[in-house]
């Protein structure tokens, strides 16, 4: 599976749109991005994938740009209760596990 | 929908106890289920992967004998520590993925938190 490049932290401001960037320069064609988040000392949270359209659901959207080398998740409203660190994984299809990295640690501020 | 459950959420025990976690999907099937672990600070391991009706397949320098799973139903996989020790405490969490479906999320439960005496 491919790697990706996250910021190690981000702060955003209650209320504003969050927007996470990740680097995944070396996507494969079947490779689909997903994006899970993981409030402390809790399971991760799935929140939204994509192949290569913009996709929006109830929590967020994501848009991956069209080379397909990057994307950014989109909290459009951000709240106190988005703390967390935010993990973009890119995985091919059937049923592998993932490899989280670092993610992003992102810090709503009040 | 997609819920997870895993229980317990904490133990805590003495050193040399088994140790079993369970991890079911309430509301889908899952023919494969994964088990990860997190150490403090740390991201999210992969251990196993769990199919149900055959053996778990394990990550490299994951201990087979040592970390016994079980998938016997569509809907339940185990996984049981074996003589744990200190260095065996950490967040266990598992993950299920929904029978027939292919590029669909996992969905997790909500992790056991082992603490080993």
């Known amino acids: 599976d491919a790697k990706t490049t996250q910021p190690t932290s981000m702060d955003c401001a209650e209320g504003r749109a969050a927007n996470l960037p990740c680097n995944h320069s070396?996507?494969?064609?079947?490779?689909?991005v997903y994006w899970y988040r993981q409030i402390h000392s809790q399971g991760p949270q799935y929140i939204i994938h994509?192949?290569?359209n913009n996709e929006t659901n109830e929590m967020a959207s994501l848009i991956i740009t069209e080379d397909r080398k990057s994307s950014t998740l989109i909290l459009p409203h951000a709240t106190l209760r988005d703390t967390a660190v935010y993990y973009c994984?890119?995985?091919?299809?059937?049923?592998?596990?993932?490899?989280f990295g670092k993610g992003t640690h992102l810090i709503i501020q009040p | 929908g997609a819920v997870v459950s895993q229980h317990p959420s904490w133990v805590i025990c003495k050193s040399g106890t088994s140790v079993k976690i369970e991890c079911r999907s309430l509301?889908?099937?899952?023919?494969?289920m994964f088990w990860y672990r997190q150490f403090p600070k740390q991201s999210l391991m992969l251990m196993a992967t769990?199919?149900?009706?055959?053996?778990?397949?394990?990550e490299q320098g994951v201990e087979k004998d040592k970390f016994l799973i079980n998938h016997a139903s569509l809907t339940l996989s185990t996984l049981t520590v074996t003589s744990a020790h200190p260095e065996d405490s950490s967040f266990y969490i598992c993950?299920?993925?929904?029978?027939?479906?292919?590029?669909?999320?996992?969905?997790f439960g909500d992790g056991t938190r082992l603490s080993i005496l």
């Open positions: 993950s299920a993925l929904r029978t027939g479906s292919s590029h669909q999320p996992q969905h």
């Open positions: 070396t996507i494969s064609g079947n490779e689909y």
């Open positions: 994509g192949l290569k």
């Open positions: 994984i890119v995985l091919g299809g059937g049923a592998d596990g993932l490899t």
């Open positions: 509301d889908f099937q899952a023919t494969t």
């Open positions: 769990s199919n149900e009706g055959s053996k778990a397949t394990y």
